[in-house]
């Protein structure tokens, strides 16, 4: 799937982003918005989908389950769900691509199914940690197999019968979190996952929304299986870790000034806004509301000085997509920043320290890797260089925005995998005054 095709991104020196848009939907609440839609009886239309190849994997998947779908066009799709017992068995292995979301979502949707499945996913995927879910769900009674490692394909054995437990998370995870909560809705009994850290909870506000009654405590979150999901309208906000983006760039660009409409404004995922303006960033909220039980906010951005600080670590879990853009945002503030608690970015799309720090060093930045974070020491000006994304569609994205503040061009390789979260960004981008040109390599 992605990272076959290749593209070089050259991103001239400087500039200024200047604009008002809407970035992307959501790529969580949209993966969840299908896997529900599928599941539900009746009609669930969606607006606002991100149509990035990850949420596009998701889609394949249900449509190869045997679920009739209309689009997506233009952000719209309409799912005609077909209830748990109408999915039917795949004709072969489902590939999610390089969609981490998917694969460890579906691996708790698929363990109750009557039916075998095989997930399996893109070279970066396949490498990356699935046993904080199979374990639970081994423990609920899913039989499933990985790979010596614990990593992908996943087979998943069809016909068990799974029983709800309580589980307490060893790490602050999302996915693993609403992998046994899908998997909950078909167990006997309850199911309850307890979190170290409060995580994205747009599992629990959506099962809501389609009629399912879900039970919240501070940290625990419960389920009881058997109950149906109903369809919804579903309309996605803005992906508040794309719009983290053009929060840094226009951040750390002089004469700067962005408005973003309707960003998903959920308070499980504005851990960046909260950083940002701890180191002096000029972001100020236009409009706020509700749509479909999420909260959505108009925001505008303006250039402003930025100072490093010592990061929380009770803010690294609800800005853990974001820790890229505040690698740059911090290599250009005045001063050191300290990022530690957040040892999970070693093991996303990339290990995102690694690949930060590299990067960085490229463009004359000293970082100090730390195992759980990094030490960066913030520049007036940044220097040009050749860097790699290492196939990291937020890696991409990160240096592409350096190029802000550079005194030479930068080079992004491998930028392919940013159609994963953010297609058009590119475009988009060159539209709001950064230069950037896109070349596809052979
Ligand atoms: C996600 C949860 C996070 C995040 C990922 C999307 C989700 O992963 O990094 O991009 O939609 O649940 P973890 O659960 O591994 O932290």
């Not at 889609?59 to 999915?87: S, Y």
């Not at 039916?115 to 699935?130: C, H, I, Q, Y």
């Not at 995870?173 to 609403?178: P, T």
């Amino acid at each position: 799937m992605s990272g076959e095709r290749k593209e070089t991104w050259r991103v001239g020196p400087g500039g200024t982003l200047r604009g008002d848009l809407r970035v992307p939907g959501d790529k969580s609440i949209s993966h969840r918005a299908v896997m529900l839609g599928a599941l539900a009886d009746g009609t669930t239309r969606i607006s606002g989908l991100l149509e990035g190849a990850d949420v596009l994997a998701t889609i394949a998947v249900f449509r190869a389950l045997g679920v009739a779908m209309e689009g997506p066009e233009d952000g719209r799709l309409t799912i005609h769900g077909v209830g748990w017992e109408g999915l039917s068995s795949p004709a072969g292995a489902l590939d999610v691509g390089n969609s981490g979301t998917s694969m460890r979502l579906l691996a708790g949707l698929c363990a109750g199914l009557p039916f075998d499945v095989e997930l399996t996913g893109d070279a970066s995927l396949n490498r990356r940690p699935m046993r904080r879910v199979t374990e639970p769900l081994t423990e609920m009674g899913a039989q499933i197999t990985t790979s010596d490692e614990g990593t992908a394909p996943l087979r998943i054995h069809g016909g068990a019968r799974l029983r709800g437990i309580d589980y307490s998370m060893p790490v602050a995870s999302a996915q693993v979190k609403s992998a046994l909560l899908l998997a909950g809705l078909r167990a006997q009994g309850h199911t309850c996952v307890t979190e170290p850290a409060p995580t994205r909870d747009h599992t629990e506000r959506m099962l809501q929304g389609f009629g399912y009654r879900v039970q919240r405590d501070v940290a625990t979150t419960c389920v009881e299986g058997g109950g149906r999901l109903w369809g919804t309208p579903v309309d996605v906000p803005g992906d508040v870790s794309s719009a983290a983006f053009l929060m840094v760039g226009a951040s750390i660009a002089p004469g700067s000034d962005v408005t973003l409409r309707h960003v998903g404004w959920n308070a499980t995922r504005t851990g960046i806004v909260e950083i940002l303006q701890r180191m002096g960033a000029d972001i100020q909220v236009l409009d706020a509301g509700e749509v479909g039980g999420e909260p959505v906010a108009d925001i505008r951005v303006r250039h402003a000085a930025l100072q490093g600080i010592d990061i929380p670590e009770e803010l690294v879990p609800l800005a853990i997509d974001e820790f890229p853009a505040v690698f740059v945002a911090a290599a250009c503030a005045a001063g050191v920043t300290r990022v530690t608690g957040a040892a999970e970015l070693r093991v996303k799309e990339s290990d995102r320290i690694a690949v930060m720090a590299e990067g960085l060093r490229t463009l004359g930045v000293e970082v100090e890797p730390l195992p759980d974070g990094a030490r960066i020491v913030g520049r007036d000006r940044l220097g040009g260089g050749r860097v790699s994304s290492h196939t990291d569609h937020r890696i991409a994205m990160a240096f592409a925005v350096a190029a802000l503040r550079a005194a030479d061009a930068v080079v992004v390789e491998d930028c392919a995998n940013v159609q994963t979260s953010f297609p058009g960004f590119a475009q988009l981008m060159a539209g709001l005054g950064l230069s950037i040109e896109w070349r596809e390599d052979a």
